[in-house]
């Protein structure tokens, strides 16, 4: 079996994992999450990192965080997994929903400005499987409209846009450490801010909002999303590995290309962009048919090869249409991706004989099909 994804644990991480059991600091209150939260701010070029229990609890934090009116609208992407929305509803916001580009499969921001009402408050920007979303266009909008930006990063560790580290943009930031990502804690997340008091609010909310004054009196409700030592001792082991983790994944995307170079029916992913250079967080695919899509994805299976679909539209969600969310609305390059777009194994410990492996059956099925 090849499975979409093998992380790489192949530093200090044992090392300090052992160090958080023989000193008995495990739990949150470890040195290990403050040295995480610090060098990983650091590395992206914040002020301050909050280190908390998954991607999605950053982003329930950051939003809130935020203090938007309820009933406020937020710009958003239809392609991406349901978190970012999902945060936005159960905070009372109505999230609005805009359409991806064919090439990056990021938002399209060219479509962003039509989607700003009285009521927008904030744009949701989501960068998507291994290329940053076009950021100068939407920090102009947010600089002419008064908006806030929130930067979900979780699949950008190392990027950069235009030189500057994805993550570093906007006003809050949002990071997952999930397995599949370029640096992972086994589940675990980050939130990035350069505001001092938009920092100290993100760290009473992952913790039960404990007041100074009184530890278990509370004026408002939070969350318990806090990160734990061995898992922040994972991420510090990690992140002394990034520049080599990031050269690695891009040899994997560039071993793919160069081995399904010219292949038809599928569209391989975009190399780069004016501002960046693909990080391959994932390698994807878009085949020309949802049907070659489910038939390329059930051979794999056969091969024991596993592969993934891409994320499915939000305003197709049947949980959001219960809401009475994105009734009749259509965003047709997002639908695209859904149907046709998967990916194959491209984790750090796949090795190159198993990218050609997957490659000569990939090449094979579209051959013999």
Known sequence: MIPVNTPNLSGREKEYLIECIDSGWISSEGPFVKR???????????????????????????????????????????????????SLVNEGLIPVLVDSQTDTWNMDVELIETKISKNTRAILVVHIYGLPTD?????????????????????????????????SFGDISTFSFYPNKHITTGEGGMILTDDDQLAQRCKELRNLCFTPARRFVHHELGWNYRMTNMQAALGVAQLEQIEKIIERKREIGDRYNQNLKGVYRLQLPLTKTSYAHNIYWVYGLVAESEELANELQYKFRELKIGTRPFFWCMHEQPVFHQMSLFNNESYPVAEKLARQGFYIP?????????IDHVSEALIGMLRDG
């Open 36 to 86: 995480f939260e610090n060098e990983f701010s650091n590395y992206i070029g914040r002020s301050h990192g909050i280190a908390v229990s998954n991607g999605s609890a950053a982003l329930d934090v950051a939003i809130r965080a935020l203090n938007l009116p309820k009933g406020s609208e937020v710009i958003v992407p239809s392609f991406t997994i349901i978190s970012p929305v999902q």
């Open 135 to 167: 950021m100068d266009p939407i920090l102009e909008l947010a600089k002419n409209y008064d908006l806030k930006i929130v930067e979900d990063a979780a699949e950008m560790h190392g990027q950069a846009y235009y030189g500057k580290k994805c993550g």
């Open 346 to 354: 491209s984790g750090l410990g796949l090795t190159n004989d198993e």
